[in-house]
Each structure stands twice: as structure tokens, then as C-alpha cells.
């Protein structure tokens, strides 16, 4: 379409298209509301699954089915569009790998905030003057977080009770919480068991290993102090092996030990028929040598990362060894941690110092599984949980429960110091930043004292998941905050639909999931108050359709074809036995009787 124009600067000008057709921009304040409402409608589909009478999702893909109410896997299985409220799944993820629990809370903070701000954004307060109070008021709470968290030594009794609560308090929202009992001592000694070492906490994940087999009952459920991995694929001659050993000397290797044939292709040349056997006489010494190298060494247990074959089976059951092979990567070196043993590249050169030992090593029977398990280790940095349940789903949400306790114990151990959980520290932070408020001039005083507002959608929220009447339950809560010396620790009873003093019950979490929760809390409102343009482009119909008509792509380095047509060719030379098109480096073109033609 034409515009007229006048050369002297009269008249119309001609518009200036700059983004491609269908483009959806939103500018100003009413993109910033759109997108506080889009971080609302996420928190809704979290908000029930807080505390420990949340409920669960059920979230299905098409293929599995997901049971949960962990807010970090909630939000990954939701698949969200809005560009803005991804910014919530990311907070929340981020929780999740920092401290592991708190993955809802942190959401619902951060969206309560924004709500709290939507008011002042309607007025027309510049959302810079947000941006700079609200991270005012979060430092401050993560101030008084710190100096209201209880320390603790962890070696003392006391210490060692923490971990215990720290560990409950986790799992007591979660699918497993009536087993408390079971669960969390076998949790603070599997994570003790790595603390020994400086960086063993750091690698909770490689260390720790969560195996699940479906069946039997929730209390079956047991800890490994060692190494126990399941019984891998094996040949003829397993039953024949030695399946029980005491101080064993375990070789680990990365090679394979089977029957290599040469090459199709080699050529041999011959003078006499009876050199071929030469060859073949060969090829077994070999694999002979290989074996031979792993019995001479002293080892009891052979494991390998690569297959072992039929023939070293039988060999090694001949002479009373044990052997696995494709035994899983994470398997392997957990075992080369627990007994100290170093993984071979290679059977040649194989010395004593490069073999590890346990105390006992035995194959066992759990469900319909059979485990090899490595006990009495000598470097106890390893542990492995053996999860029983009824379903599958019931299993996995009991791994996510396990792994969200693991890392809340780890860090307790790292901050040695814990705050009462139950809302008692929101509303003792809100109480404190409600009276700073009071000391500022000006919109920031009402920033300040909205934020501290926020901090109470925690117990507001375990309240309204109970079934109680939150708003009674959180004047109260108020008046003792306020008025009573004792009553900085009181929070939401959720047995009795009262408050109660929740450090003295037991209720506690580490200081820095609480500290970590309000800070990400806060960046992720600040992040979304900053958006002052919201571009989309459209999806391009045509998915390549971008670099498709760009030269060189096409048949042997011709002239480049759409990506529809290209497409279409793919599909019909596929038929005929390989596709012929693709992107060639310059200079490379298809030669007859390669690739298909």
C-alpha cells in the first residue's frame, strides 16, 4: 500500500512497519496488570497443595500420570505459556535445587506481593519506587530471619533432635507423613553419613542413591549403608556363581569383556588353511588374556560399566568370582566411593592398590527384584534408599517427598540454625516490618507495609487448606505477635484450628530455606514489575520456514528449496531406502553409489 508523502514535511508520512504481522505488543500499565493477573491464575493451581493439609494434583501428559504436591514438580508439569508467569515455574525450580522444600510457599509469596502492588500500579505509582522499597523490604526480612534463627550444635543431642524435626517438619505435608517415624531417621543418618567429608553434602544427588520397587509395603522401605544396585542383565552361568562374600576385593572396570570377532571387512591373506585357525586361536587368547588378567589380580567382584559376555560368565563362575556388567554409571561410582576402588580403562597393569573391598557382599531378594548389595564399606559416604509402595505413583511422589527432606537435613547441617515453621516466622517478620514502616516518609511507608501484608498468605493459606477461618486465626495470631513477649514463635495449629507455639512443638525449618524463599520471592515481583512492554511474535506456520529459502540448502549443493518441498522429498527418498537432501558443507556433493543411489 502506497502513502502519499510531501518532501517539504507536510502531509502524511509512510508507516514504518517494523515487527513481523501478527505480532502481539501490550505497553504500560495495563500489559503490567495483565501480567500480575497471569501470575495469579499459576498461583491458584498451587495455592491448595501448602502445608500439611494441602492437597494433591494430578497432573497427565498423555503418557504417564503424575500424583503430587510438591509446588517445583506442579509447576514443571504444567507446561506454561505465559511468558511472564514462567518466571514463577524458574523461582520455583530454583528453590527447589537450593534448598528443596518451600517450592509453594515461594511462589505464593511472590504472587501475593505483586497483588499487594497491583493497587498502587492502578493509582499510578512508578513501579521503579516498588522496585526499590520492595527490595528494601526484603532485605530487611532476610535481616531478621537471621537474627531470629536458633542455633545449634549439631554434635550434641539437641543438635541431633534439629535434623530429626527438620526432617519431619519436610515430610509432614507430604504423601508419606504418617510414616515420620520411619522415614526421618533414616534420612538424617543417610545425610550424616556423607557429612563426614567436606564436599560430600555437595553431591547429595550422586551420593544418595533413591531406588523404587513397586509392591509390598510403605514400611519395607530400608536403608543401605553402602551400595545396593539391581541386578543387571546377565548371561548363562550367573546361577553358577559365588553369591555371598566376606572382605571381597571388588575390580571395577570400564571394558568390554566378550568374544571379539574381526571385522567383516579385514583382509586376511592365507598360504594354508591351517593358518586360518591361527587367527581364530587369536582372537580367544584375547579374551583369555583379559580374564586371566582379572582372576590373577586378586578380585573376588567384577563389575563393568560395559557388557560382560557369556564366555567370561562361565570363566569367572569356573573359578568363583562374581561378576555384573552394564552395571549403570551412577551405580559404579557410588561403589568406586563406598570401597574405594579406582574404575580401569584397561585389564592390563591391574595392581592391588586399584581394588576396593566391604564387609560383606551379598545378592538379595526385594519384591520381585534381586539387588546386589555392598555393606561394611570402608569409606561410609554412600547410602542407597529402597523405597516400597503400592503404585507407581505412590512411589514417585515418595522419592520427590525423600529427596525434598534430604535437602532441607543438608541444610540444617550447613546452617546449623532453624526458625518455627507454621506461619510463626511470616507473621513475626510482617510484625516487624509493619513497625519499620512507620519510620519511613513518603509511598514507601505503604510499600513497605503492603509487603508485610504479603508475608501473610503463608499462614492465611494453611489455615484455608484446613478448612478454618483464617481471618480469626490470623487476628489472633496478630494480637500475640503484637502484644506478647513469648510470642514471636506462635503460628497456626492445624490440628486443632487454634495457634500454638510451634518451636516448642517441633514444627522447624533451616533459617535459609526461609531466607532463600523471601529473597527469590522478591527478585521474581521486582523482575515482573520491571516489564513495561510485552512483545509475542506469532508462531511461524512454516517451522523452518526462516532459513528455508536461503541458498545452498537444497539437493547436492543446488539451488536451496523450501522447507515444504524439501520436506516432501525427505519423505519420498525415505520410502526408497535414505534421504538424499540435506544441508552440505561447500564442496561436498553426493557421489553415486553412496547413500542410497
Same mark, same amino acid.
Given at each position: 500500500q502506497q502513502y502519499?508523502?510531501?518532501?517539504?514535511?507536510?502531509?502524511?508520512?509512510?508507516?514504518?512497519?517494523?515487527?513481523?504481522?501478527?505480532?502481539?505488543?501490550?505497553?504500560?500499565?495495563?500489559?503490567?496488570?495483565?501480567?500480575?493477573?497471569?501470575?495469579?491464575?499459576?498461583?491458584?493451581?498451587?495455592?491448595?497443595?501448602?502445608?500439611?493439609?494441602?492437597?494433591?494434583?494430578?497432573?497427565?501428559?498423555?503418557?504417564?500420570?503424575?500424583?503430587?504436591?510438591?509446588g517445583a514438580t506442579i509447576m514443571k508439569l504444567l507446561e506454561i505459556e505465559h511468558p511472564a508467569a514462567k518466571t514463577l515455574v524458574d523461582i520455583s525450580m530454583s528453590q527447589d535445587a =537450593?534448598?528443596?522444600?518451600?517450592?509453594? %510457599?515461594?511462589?505464593?509469596?511472590?504472587?501475593?506481593?505483586?497483588?499487594?502492588?497491583?493497587?498502587?500500579?492502578?493509582?499510578?505509582?512508578?513501579?521503579?519506587i516498588l522496585i526499590r522499597h520492595i527490595r528494601k523490604a526484603s532485605s530487611l526480612a532476610v535481616q531478621k530471619v537471621r537474627e531470629l534463627a536458633v542455633s545449634f550444635d549439631i554434635n550434641t543431642?539437641?543438635? =541431633?533432635?534439629?535434623?530429626?524435626?527438620t526432617a519431619s517438619t519436610a515430610l509432614n505435608s507430604k504423601l508419606i507423613a504418617t510414616h515420620q517415624d520411619l522415614f526421618a531417621p533414616m534420612i538424617v543418618d543417610a545425610v550424616k553419613s556423607l557429612s563426614q567429608e567436606a564436599d560430600g553434602l555437595d553431591d547429595l544427588r550422586g551420593m544418595i542413591a533413591i531406588k523404587k520397587i513397586p509392591g509390598g509395603d510403605v514400611r519395607q522401605s530400608f536403608l543401605v549403608k553402602g551400595?545396593?544396585?539391581?541386578?543387571?542383565?546377565?548371561?548363562?552361568?550367573?546361577?553358577?556363581?559365588?553369591?555371598n562374600f566376606t572382605n571381597p576385593k571388588v575390580l571395577l572396570l570400564n571394558v568390554e569383556l566378550e568374544l571379539k570377532n574381526e571385522?567383516?571387512?579385514?583382509?586376511?591373506?592365507?598360504?594354508?588353511?591351517?593358518?586360518?585357525?591361527?587367527?581364530?586361536?587369536?582372537?580367544?587368547?584375547?579374551?583369555?588374556?583379559?580374564?586371566?588378567?582379572?582372576?590373577?589380580?586378586?578380585?573376588?567382584?567384577?563389575?563393568?560399566?560395559?557388557?560382560?559376555?557369556?564366555?567370561a560368565t562361565q570363566y569367572f563362575a569356573d573359578r568363583g568370582l562374581f561378576c555384573a556388567g552394564r552395571v549403570e554409571d551412577g551405580d559404579l561410582k557410588r561403589v568406586a566411593k563406598a570401597t574405594g576402588a579406582t574404575i580401569q580403562t584397561s585389564t592390563n597393569?591391574?595392581?592391588?592398590?586399584?581394588?576396593?573391598?566391604?564387609?560383606?557382599?551379598? =545378592?538379595?531378594?526385594?519384591?520381585?527384584?534381586?539387588?546386589?548389595?555392598?555393606?561394611?564399606?570402608?569409606? %561410609?559416604?554412600?547410602?542407597?534408599?529402597?523405597?516400597?509402595?503400592?503404585?507407581?505413583?505412590?512411589?514417585?511422589?515418595?522419592?520427590?517427598?525423600?529427596?525434598?527432606?534430604?535437602?532441607?537435613?543438608?541444610?540444617?547441617?550447613?546452617?546449623?540454625?532453624?526458625?518455627?515453621?507454621?506461619?510463626a516466622i511470616e507473621m513475626e517478620v510482617a510484625k516487624y516490618l509493619k513497625e519499620h514502616a512507620l519510620t519511613i516518609e513518603g509511598k514507601g511507608q505503604l510499600v513497605v507495609n503492603a509487603f508485610a501484608k504479603a508475608l501473610e498468605i503463608v499462614p492465611r493459606q494453611l489455615c484455608d487448606n484446613a478448612g478454618f477461618d483464617s481471618n480469626d486465626i490470623l487476628s489472633s495470631l496478630r494480637r500475640k505477635h503484637t502484644q506478647d513477649e513469648d510470642g514471636k514463635w506462635y503460628g497456626v495449629d492445624i490440628e486443632n484450628g487454634d495457634i500454638m507455639d510451634t518451636f516448642v512443638a517441633g514444627v522447624w525449618e533451616p533459617s535459609d530455606n526461609k531466607s532463600n524463599s523471601l529473597a527469590s520471592a522478591s527478585e521474581a515481583a521486582c523482575v515482573i514489575l520491571s516489564i513495561d512492554?510485552?512483545?509475542?511474535?506469532?508462531?511461524?506456520?512454516?517451522?523452518?520456514?526462516?532459513?528455508?529459502?536461503?541458498?545452498?540448502?537444497?539437493?547436492?549443493?543446488?539451488?536451496?528449496?523450501?522447507?515444504?518441498?524439501?520436506?516432501a522429498m525427505d519423505?519420498?527418498?525415505?520410502?526408497?531406502?535414505? %534421504?538424499?537432501?540435506?544441508?552440505?558443507?561447500?564442496?561436498?556433493?553426493?557421489l553415486k553409489g553412496r547413500g542410497g543411489g
Open positions: 502519499p508523502s510531501n518532501m517539504n514535511g507536510g502531509g502524511m508520512r509512510p508507516g514504518i512497519i517494523l515487527l513481523r504481522e501478527g505480532t502481539d505488543t501490550s505497553q504500560g500499565k495495563a500489559q503490567l496488570i495483565s501480567n500480575i493477573n497471569a501470575c495469579q491464575v499459576v498461583s491458584d493451581a498451587v495455592r491448595t497443595t501448602l502445608g500439611p493439609r494441602g492437597m494433591d494434583k494430578l497432573v497427565a501428559d498423555g503418557r504417564k500420570v503424575t500424583i503430587s504436591n510438591d =537450593e534448598v528443596g522444600d518451600g517450592t509453594t %510457599s515461594v511462589v505464593l509469596l511472590a504472587v501475593e506481593v505483586l497483588k499487594q502492588m497491583k493497587s498502587f500500579v492502578e493509582e499510578g505509582v512508578h513501579p521503579q543431642p539437641e543438635g =541431633e533432635e534439629m535434623l530429626l524435626k551400595v545396593a544396585f539391581k541386578k543387571t542383565f546377565s548371561y548363562a552361568g550367573f546361577e553358577q556363581m559365588t553369591k571385522k567383516e571387512n579385514a583382509e586376511v591373506r592365507i598360504e594354508d588353511p591351517e593358518q586360518y585357525q591361527s587367527i581364530v586361536d587369536a582372537e580367544w587368547q584375547v579374551i583369555y588374556d583379559k580374564l586371566d588378567a582379572c582372576v590373577n589380580c586378586g578380585a573376588n567382584i567384577v563389575l563393568s560399566k560395559l557388557p560382560i559376555g557369556d564366555l597393569g591391574i595392581f592391588e592398590g586399584v581394588l576396593g573391598t566391604c564387609a560383606n557382599f551379598e =545378592e538379595k531378594q526385594v519384591g520381585d527384584e534381586r539387588f546386589n548389595l555392598f555393606t561394611g564399606c570402608p569409606n %561410609s559416604l554412600t547410602t542407597t534408599m529402597i523405597l516400597r509402595g503400592g503404585s507407581e505413583q505412590f512411589i514417585a511422589e515418595s522419592e520427590r517427598s525423600v529427596h525434598d527432606s534430604l535437602m532441607v537435613v543438608k541444610r540444617s547441617l550447613k546452617s546449623q540454625a532453624v526458625v518455627a515453621g507454621g506461619g512492554e510485552t512483545v509475542i511474535n506469532p508462531r511461524s506456520q512454516d517451522p523452518g520456514a526462516a532459513n528455508g529459502m536461503m541458498g545452498g540448502g537444497g539437493m547436492g549443493g543446488g539451488p536451496g528449496l523450501s522447507n515444504t518441498m524439501a520436506g519423505a519420498v527418498n525415505a520410502q526408497k531406502g535414505g %534421504s538424499r537432501s540435506g544441508n552440505l558443507g561447500n564442496g561436498v556433493r553426493y
